[in-house]
């Protein structure tokens, strides 16, 4: 069952949710987007659902789902 989902097409590679995460579940992934940005993924296992990267992301990349 995902606890987030990641539109990522919307990333920007800014990094601010790396930063944020109190779990360390993201990391960028080094795939280039066709925007050229380097996006991030996040490892299901560690994420525990705080919300943190979707209050920090500035281009709605995340959805919490529970
Ligand atoms: S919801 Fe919280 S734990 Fe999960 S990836 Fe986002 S910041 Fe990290
Ligand atoms: S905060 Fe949003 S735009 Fe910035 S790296 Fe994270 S997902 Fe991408």
């Given at each position: 069952m995902s606890k987030i989902r990641l539109e990522?097409?919307?990333?920007?590679?800014?990094?601010y949710c790396v930063e944020e995460c109190p779990r360390g579940a993201l990391r960028f992934s080094g795939h280039i987007s066709d925007k050229g940005y380097d996006t991030v993924m996040v490892d299901e296992s560690l994420?525990?659902?705080?919300?943190s990267c979707y209050r920090v992301c500035p281009d709605r990349v995340f959805e919490i789902l529970e």
């Open positions: 990522i097409t919307r990333c920007k590679g800014c990094g994420c525990v659902a705080c919300g």
